[in-house]
């Protein structure tokens, strides 16, 4: 299997992550080579890639630095399995509690669902020609037809009665009317037209909720297997025919993929691409000699031992080998030191990299230059009312100065604090764009001291806000 992002060196794939995350250079570094060598291990002889595993990665930093969204986005960019757990979510064998191979059995099912958009999406354009022949037949007004002799008439009860010939077309001008309204409908000139589509909705694929000996873990009950066959239920729905356009191509497109052959290519690409990413390790940590509750937390550690090492875990798409899964892990550590996990858990996670605290001039780069970056969000949402926003650089410089003492005097939650200060910053606006906000919206300096200097000093003077 190729990599996705094999032509991208890992001085490539950080700038790609610098499009949306601002610093933390040593955790971009990282990943990338990890991402990197994923590549160069699918380059060696078969016989040679089983000796090579991945270097798992363990970051540390506070919360709000961006350790959550370097994996996340480095998962897009390879188009790779990803999924994001909190090990404090997991019990070790024996509580009732999540079990650490659902981690496994989740990635196989983030994979098959990753699989089988790619194989829809290369399938598009014929089942979009499909579904344009379907709407074709719904909207053409003429009766179905009757051929006989190169000649279409108009059927009937009684066959097509002499008075109606007048009525009768060629093969040649049948064909260019219904050309001309297949084109019609790609124009979208029919788009609010009613058509009623077929639809089909498989049965199937049940989940519970039940117990077992790990715990509490969720079970798929296929009932197409279970009642022999490929059960479905087909039902009518009425719908414009912008609407239908996209019903139908994905129904075509369903159609046309290999169903086969995805849980195959999806167990594979979570075996050799798929990431884990595990939050909150350090709320698992403890130092040696510990009792109580400190015992279920060197168990968990010691369950995600065989899981990070290399095992098989049994899923409903097929056992997959966690071999060669990346696995990340992250903690704040600000109790616990990554010295407190276990010793043979370290050796699994031997690349260490440490995030650093985001200061006001981070906060700055925050709001300016990520491709997502908030301002840019509130801009948009608020440009579909009608409203034109925009910042001057005066008026970012004082929200960050603002994240920045909330952060000291309230917990510091890194960039999330940036969420808040800005949706308390246009609350109003947001409130009002519908019918009385203004056409243009100017925020500069004395508008944030005079929106955020309250909410700060109701901080400074209530514990009960921090």
């Known amino acids: 299997m190729t990599s996705p992002i094999e032509n991208l060196t890992p001085r490539q794939i950080v700038a790609?992550?610098?499009?949306?995350?601002?610093?933390?250079?040593?955790?971009?570094?990282a990943v990338a080579v990890a991402l990197r060598n994923r590549y160069r291990r699918q380059q060696l002889p078969a016989d040679e890639r089983a000796d090579i595993v991945?270097?798992?990665?363990?970051?540390?930093?506070?919360?709000?630095?961006?350790?959550?969204?370097?994996?996340?986005r480095l998962a897009q960019l390879?188009?790779?399995?990803?999924?994001?757990?909190?090990?404090?979510?997991?019990?070790?064998?024996?509580y009732?509690?999540?079990?650490?191979?659902?981690?496994?059995?989740?990635?196989?099912?983030?994979?098959?669902?990753?699989?089988?958009?790619?194989?829809?999406?290369?399938?598009?354009?014929?089942?979009?020609?499909?579904?344009?022949?379907q709407l074709v037949s719904l909207l053409d007004d003429k009766p179905v037809p009757y051929h006989t002799g190169g000649v279409w008439f108009p059927s009937g009860d009684?066959?097509?009665?002499?008075?109606?010939?007048?009525?009768?077309?060629?093969?040649?001008?049948?064909?260019?009317?219904?050309?001309?309204?297949?084109?019609?409908?790609?124009?979208?000139?029919?788009?609010?037209?009613?058509?009623?589509?077929?639809?089909?909705?498989?049965?199937?694929?049940?989940?519970?909720?039940?117990?077992?000996?790990?715990?509490?873990?969720?079970?798929?009950?296929d009932m197409n297997q279970l009642m022999g066959g490929n059960r479905t239920r087909t039902g009518y729905r009425k719908a414009t025919v912008r609407e239908a356009k996209e019903i139908l191509t994905q129904n075509e497109a369903k159609k046309r993929i290999d169903h086969a052959n995805i849980a195959k290519e999806a167990i594979d690409r979570a075996e050799q691409m798929g990431i884990i990413f595990?939050?909150?390790?350090?709320?698992?940590?403890?130092?040696?000699?510990?009792s109580g509750p400190d015992v279920s937390r060197e168990g968990v550690q010691r369950d995600l031992l065989p899981i990070v090492e290399g095992s098989v875990v049994a899923t409903k798409f097929g056992p997959v080998n966690t071999d060669h899964i990346l696995f990340i892990a992250a903690g704040a550590f600000h109790v616990s030191k990554p010295a407190d996990l276990i010793p043979e858990l370290q050796g699994r996670l031997p690349i260490r990299v440490r995030l650093d605290s985001l200061e006001e001039k981070d906060f700055v780069r925050i709001?300016?230059?990520?491709?997502?970056?908030?301002?840019?969000?509130?801009?948009?949402?608020?440009?579909?009312?009608?409203?034109?926003?925009?910042?001057?650089?005066?008026?970012?410089?004082?929200?960050?100065?603002?994240?920045?003492?909330?952060n000291e005097k309230a917990g510091n939650?890194?960039?999330?604090?940036?969420?808040?200060?800005?949706?308390?910053?246009?609350?109003?606006?947001?409130?009002?764009?519908?019918?009385?906000?203004?056409?243009?919206?100017?925020?500069?300096?004395?508008?944030?001291?005079?929106?955020?200097?309250?909410?700060?000093?109701?901080?400074?003077?209530?514990q009960d806000l921090v």
Do not use: C
Not at 196 to 220: C, D, K
Not at 447 to 457: G, N
């Open 413 to 462: 939650i890194g960039a999330r604090r940036l969420h808040t200060l800005l949706e308390r910053l246009l609350e109003d606006y947001l409130f009002d764009a519908p019918e009385v906000a203004p056409p243009t919206l100017e925020i500069d300096a004395s508008f944030v001291q005079e929106q955020l200097e309250p909410l700060l000093k109701d901080i400074s003077n209530r």
């Open 16 to 29: 790609k992550l610098d499009e949306y995350i601002v610093g933390q250079d040593d955790a971009k570094r």
């Open 96 to 133: 009732v509690g999540r079990d650490v191979e659902s981690m496994v059995r989740d990635l196989a099912a983030n994979s098959v669902r990753l699989v089988e958009a790619e194989m829809v999406i290369e399938v598009q354009a014929p089942a979009y020609e499909a579904a344009l022949d």
């Open 158 to 221: 009684e066959g097509f009665p002499p008075a109606q010939a007048e009525e009768s077309e060629t093969d040649d001008e049948r064909e260019k009317r219904l050309a001309k309204l297949r084109k019609e409908i790609a124009d979208g000139l029919h788009d609010e037209k009613k058509v009623e589509v077929e639809i089909e909705e498989p049965q199937g694929n049940q989940f519970l909720q039940v117990f077992t000996p790990q715990g509490m873990e969720e079970m798929g009950l």
């Open 278 to 290: 595990i939050d909150e390790i350090d709320k698992v940590a403890m130092p040696s000699g510990g």
């Open 54 to 72: 991945p270097k798992n990665i363990l970051m540390m930093g506070p919360t709000g630095v961006g350790k959550t969204e370097i994996a996340r």
């Open 367 to 406: 709001l300016k230059e990520p491709k997502n970056a908030l301002t840019k969000q509130y801009t948009k949402l608020l440009g579909v009312e009608g409203v034109n926003v925009t910042f001057t650089n005066d008026a970012l410089d004082e929200i960050a100065k603002y994240a920045t003492l909330i």
């Open 78 to 94: 390879a188009r790779a399995p990803f999924v994001k757990v909190e090990a404090t979510k997991f019990t070790e064998v024996g």
